[in-house]
Every structure is written in C-alpha cells, then in structure tokens.
C-alpha cells in the first residue's frame, strides 16, 4: 500500500469538502431521505427525479402538502410527504429553494457529453420556455430570464425586439423585451393560454385559449388585448399563412382544423381531421397547400388544405409534441412527450425517420437556415442539438427545469 498516495488523497478530500461547505447550506436532516433521489445538491439523480434545488419556497411547500394530503399522485412522493410535518416543510423549503439551480450545477451532478452552446449552431437566436423553472433561456448567449409560473408557449417578433410566453395556470402572456429580458407587461387573456403566434407583419399576437374556445388577439403596440375571436372547443395553437390573411388553428377539443380570416376576425370553416386523436399542433408545407397536423397521442395527419382530405396518417412517438416543418421545406420534425424519440418526415416522400434524443422531447424548431434542429427534452433539462444535414445529434445542452418550447428567430 502506498501512503503518500493515500494522504494525498485524504488531504485532497478535506480541502473539496470544506470548500463545499463553504459555499453551500448543508442538507438538513429532514431532507436526508430526500436526496437519494433528488440529490444532495436539489439536481435529480436521473431524469425521472425533478430537480429542486433553486425551485421557489411556495411551489415546492404547495407541491408537498398537495402530496401530503393526496390531491397530487405519486405513490412514492404520497409516502415521502405523508411522514412530514409543517416544520419539517419549511426546512426542507428553505434549504432546496436557496440552493443554486445553475447550469453548471446540473451539467455536474447528471448531464454527460454537456455542451455550450455556440453561435455555430445557433446563427439566429433561439428562446426556449421551462415550464417548471418559470423562465426563458436565450441561445447562443444562455442568458436566463425571469418568467411566470408554467411558461409554455413562446413566440418571437419578426423584428426580433420582442417575445410572448402564454402562462395558461395564470391566464395571461407575458411580454419581454429580448434586448434587457426585463418584462414589459403581463396581459390577461382568455382561459388556459397555449400557443400564441405573431402575424408575419409583427403588428398583432394570437393566443389560443384551449379552455375559453377563443383566440385573444393582442395589438404589439399598445401591448392591449384588442379582440376575441370565437373558435370551437379546445383551440391551442396557431399558424399563420405568409400573407397573415389566414390562421389555422388546431381544435384540439374537436376533430378538425379551424380557418380564421384575420381581417374579418372571424373563423370561417372548420376542416375535419379524419384518422387522429386532438389535433395539438400544425405547420404548413413551403407551397403552404399541405398541413401537416400532430395530435394529441401518436400521429401527424397530412392535410390537402385545399380539397380537405388526408394524404396519410403517419404514426410517431406517443404523446403529445411540437411539429415543425423547416423553412426550407424538406421536412417535417416532431417531438413525443411520451417517449424518447423525434420523428423527421419527408414531406415529398411522407417517409419517416426516428431519432433517439432522450426523455420527454417536446419543444421542435429548425433554425431559419434549416441547418439546425433544436429540440426540448421536458424530462431531462436538455436542449438537444441535431445537424440536419446528417440527422445526428451535435449537442446536449443543460437548461432549467422542464424546457417546454423554442421560438426561432426567422421561423415562426
Ligand atoms: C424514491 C425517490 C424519491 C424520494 C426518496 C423523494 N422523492 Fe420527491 N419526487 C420523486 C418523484 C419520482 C417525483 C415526481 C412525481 C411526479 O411525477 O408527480 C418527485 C417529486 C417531488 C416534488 C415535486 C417537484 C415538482 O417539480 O413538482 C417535490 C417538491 C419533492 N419530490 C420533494 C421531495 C422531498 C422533500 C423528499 C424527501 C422528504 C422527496 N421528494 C423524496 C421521487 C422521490
């Protein structure tokens, strides 16, 4: 055996652990039986564990006692919550709550093969919601800002200057300046917003309000809710054709497609969509004849807007998730919250490709020059690189809690 080596090792040791507890609150003891899975450090120890640490008191004490008193399942946190009381909460609280939730925390503690991001394969700038964190995070620069509880969807101004994020448990959308990330107003809007999308001359935002049946529509330069406009049941996200006189928006409430005529405000027709389960999201072909429509289980219906049949039913990843077709055209890209995969769609031959990208891949964009596919992974605080031109998987970056949506600057 040898002795200096072990020395050095000890010696070693104790100057990492008083560094550590320097710099760190210790775990208190209530919180021991909590970090076997959530980590000494508040950073889940795989992806099925949230992460807690930098999560606000209030939320994680409401979180606890809804566990507690039974009104949130899960069998192993009922059991957890079940032996606390309301002293062991608030120390649990206090101490996960003030750790640091930072980037490098995470990409420590679980993330392998964790990038920075680079202007490279961010040429424009992409905002991504954390539905859990309550903030944005801006690439290249992963700048985070401060948001709203349950940020969902996002959208960004043509002009860049500005960006929307629906908060559906608080019924509003937020407004932020990109160049500070200060908020310049909060907007109440319809029940439950969802998506929202900006007209493609930047003057008016749509907000789908799934539980209201109605598109609030907000003017960008008073930053005021100027009109509603009546859909069927469910409606959650939109698109707009290049021309902004026309939003489709997807019903998922229903069966079909609406079709709003913006300068009338009005929905004008509603086209089913046979063969799929809560149309969820859509986007539009480059000739912008075909939709091609994500439900709210396993499919992407393709949709001739014109004649209103469906080409095919294309089967991918369970769940729900985002569609994008890139603005070149080629393809269509899907995530599935529900499983580990994407699936890219030719969409002149309607054949499909999967991609393993890990769990939970919701959020699917493709930057403006169509090089790059960006894609949320909800379940393991990731944003995943894929180079579209090999279809392989260029970087993993760590992001905040449950990344849920991507706005690109220059593919809306
Ligand atoms: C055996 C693993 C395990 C242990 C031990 C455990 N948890 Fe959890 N915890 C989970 C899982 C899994 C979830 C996600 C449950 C769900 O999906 O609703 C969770 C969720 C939570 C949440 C909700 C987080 C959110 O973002 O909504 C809180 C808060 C929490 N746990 C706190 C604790 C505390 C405090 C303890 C210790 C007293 C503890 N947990 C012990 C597995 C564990």
């Known amino acids: 055996m040898n002795i200096k080596y072990n020395l050095t090792g000890l010696t070693l040791c104790i100057i990492t652990l008083s560094t550590f507890a320097q710099n760190t609150p210790s775990l208190p003891k209530e919180a021991t039986a909590c970090a076997g899975c959530h980590g000494n450090n508040g950073i889940g120890l795989s992806y099925e564990y949230p992460n807690l640490a930098g999560q606000k008191k209030k939320y994680l004490t409401k979180q606890l006692n809804a566990f507690k008193q039974g009104d949130r399942k899960d069998p192993t946190m009922n059991a957890m919550a079940a032996a606390l009381s309301d002293k062991d909460i608030d120390i649990i609280t206090n101490y996960f709550s003030k750790l640091p939730n930072t980037q490098k925390a995470q990409s420590k503690e679980v993330q392998k093969g964790v990038s920075k991001a680079s202007s490279a394969e961010f040429p424009n700038d992409v905002f991504v919601t954390m539905k859990k964190g309550a903030q944005v995070e801006v690439f290249p620069s992963e700048k985070s800002w401060e948001g709203n509880p349950n940020m969902l969807y996002n959208a960004v101004t043509p002009d860049g200057k500005m960006v929307l994020a629906t908060s559906p448990s608080d019924n509003t959308l937020t407004v932020f300046d990109s160049k500070t990330g200060k908020q ?62 026309i939003a489709y928006v997807t019903l998922q409430g229903g069966s079909g497609i609406g079709v709003i005529d ?71 890209a899907t995530g599935a919250i529900g499983d580990d995969h994407i699936s890219i769609i030719d969409t002149k031959t309607l054949e499909q490709t999967d991609i393993k990208v890990g769990n939970g891949p919701h959020g699917i964009r493709a930057s403006k020059d169509s090089k790059w596919i960006y894609v949320t992974i909800t379940k393991e605080n990731l944003v995943v690189v894929i180079n579209a031109e090999t279809m392989k998987i260029e970087k993993k970056i760590a992001v905040g809690q449950f990344p849920f949506w991507i706005a690109v600057n220059g593919n809306p």
Request: hydrophobic content about 40%.
């Open 262 to 332: 913006t300068k009338s405000q009005k929905m004008i027709n509603v086209i089913p969509v046979a063969g799929i389960t809560g149309p969820h999201n859509l986007d539009l072909s480059k000739d912008e004849k075909t939709a091609f429509v994500r439900d709210f289980v396993h499919n992407v219906a393709v949709l001739d807007l014109n004649s209103g049949k469906v080409i095919k039913v294309i089967t991918v990843g369970n769940g729900h998730g985002g569609i994008d077709v890139a603005p070149n055209g080629k393809f269509a």
């Open 184 to 245: 310049l107003t909060v907007i109440p809007v319809g029940k439950a917003p969802k998506g929202v999308k900006i007209t493609p001359n930047g003057t008016q935002a749509y907000v789908s309000n799934q539980d209201s049946a109605e598109i609030s529509v907000i003017d960008l330069e008073s930053l005021k809710l100027i009109a509603s406009i009546r859909t069927e049941k469910g409606p959650h996200n939109a698109r707009f054709t290049r021309d902004g006189k």
